[in-house]
């Protein structure tokens, strides 16, 4: 997590992986509007190495929206607006490319920064999260099964066969937001399922910057209710289900 540097906060419209829609409806006769963004459901996958009996998570720089929250509580108001009135900008442009207009406002950008206009911002190790093994659900030709083993073995390094792919459940996340689906898998492992890759290297190709960690069994609970952690709720839930469901099987307490 070190790698991460030069952090700037830059305005714009959408992405290819979130897109912007507003709806427009009526609740008792109230005409109400509410913004939402469209993207893909996931898969997530609670791993449990059986051979060190602990968990593997990964942790990962989130700079939307984790790191934006801790950014725009270290900002003063008129930074704040500066922001915005640069979005209104990029909208009314239509996401134009203006290379040189571009290249003017970075350089103000910079010169203000210098001058001490920009408050600091916050380090990027306020940006990193602990989360389950996850991918978008983006390959259509895949079943979620599949899509979830891929994903162990090109983040975490373990190459786990489909059959051994036990569904936890599905469940909603940001219902106020995007409304997405995310399909959790349980998966055990061992060391002899770890094949020749480095952990936590991520799909380079796709910009991942991912560290593998260990969680041990006995610390779990304790992990998963420090609020000191930051961590995503998926980890939470996971763990409290091993808990209910899967400790009595290995006869090792979980820290309750």
Same mark, same amino acid.
């Given at each position: 997590?070190?790698? +991460?540097?030069?952090?700037?906060?830059?305005?714009?419209?959408?992405?290819?992986?979130?897109?912007?829609?507003?709806?427009?409806?009526?609740?008792?006769?109230?005409?109400?509007?509410?913004?939402?963004?469209?993207?893909?459901?996931? !898969?997530? =996958?609670?791993?449990?190495?059986?051979?060190?009996?602990?968990?593997?998570? *990964?942790?990962?720089?989130?700079?939307?929206? !984790?790191?934006?929250?801790?950014?725009?509580?270290?900002?003063?108001?008129?930074?704040?607006?500066?922001?915005?009135? %640069?979005?209104?900008?990029?909208?009314?442009?239509?996401?134009?490319?203006?290379?040189?207009?571009?290249?003017?406002?970075?350089?103000?950008?910079?010169?203000?920064?210098?001058?001490?206009?920009?408050?600091?911002?916050?380090?990027?190790? !306020?940006?990193?999260?602990?989360?389950?093994?996850?991918?978008?659900?983006?390959?259509?030709?895949?079943?979620?099964?599949?899509?979830?083993?891929?994903?162990?073995?090109?983040?975490?390094?373990?190459?786990?066969? =489909?059959?051994?792919?036990?569904?936890?459940?599905?469940?909603?996340?940001?219902?106020?937001?995007?409304?997405?689906?995310?399909?959790?898998?349980?998966? %055990? !492992?061992?060391?002899?399922?770890?094949?020749?890759?480095?952990?936590?290297?991520?799909?380079?190709?796709?910009?991942?910057?991912?560290?593998?960690?260990?969680?041990?069994?006995?610390?779990?609970?304790?992990?998963?209710?420090? %609020?000191?952690?930051?961590?995503? /709720?998926? *980890?939470?839930?996971?763990? =409290?289900?091993?808990?209910?469901? /899967?400790?009595?099987?290995?006869? +090792?307490?979980?820290?309750?």
């Amino acid at each position: 997590m070190e790698q +991460i540097n030069n952090i700037q906060v830059v305005p714009c419209t959408s992405s290819d992986m979130l897109k912007p829609f507003r709806v427009h409806y009526s609740q008792n006769g109230t005409r109400k509007s509410w913004d939402f963004m469209q993207t893909h459901d996931s !898969v997530s =996958v609670l791993i449990f190495n059986t051979t060190c009996h602990c968990f593997i998570l *990964v942790k990962q720089f989130r700079p939307a929206a !984790v790191y934006m929250c801790e950014w725009e509580k270290s900002q003063p108001e008129k930074v704040k607006e500066k922001v915005s009135e %640069e979005a209104g900008k990029d909208a009314s442009k239509g996401g134009a490319n203006e290379p040189e207009a571009d290249a003017a406002e970075t350089e103000t950008d910079n010169a203000e920064q210098d001058s001490g206009h920009i408050q600091d911002i916050p380090p990027a190790s !306020v940006g990193v999260t602990y989360e389950l093994c996850a991918r978008p659900v983006d390959k259509p030709d895949l079943s979620l099964e599949e899509i979830a083993r891929q994903e162990v073995l090109e983040e975490c390094g373990y190459d786990v066969p =489909v059959t051994k792919l036990r569904r936890i459940t599905s469940y909603r996340s940001g219902v106020g937001v995007t409304g997405a689906k995310q399909t959790m898998f349980y998966a %055990e !492992v061992s060391d002899e399922n770890c094949v020749g890759v480095a952990e936590g290297s991520g799909q380079t190709s796709e910009g991942e910057l991912v560290e593998v960690v260990k969680v041990p069994l006995h610390e779990a609970i304790r992990f998963a209710y420090d %609020e000191n952690i930051p961590k995503t /709720m998926g *980890v939470i839930f996971s763990f =409290v289900w091993f808990h209910s469901n /899967m400790s009595p099987k290995y006869k +090792i307490s979980t820290n309750v």
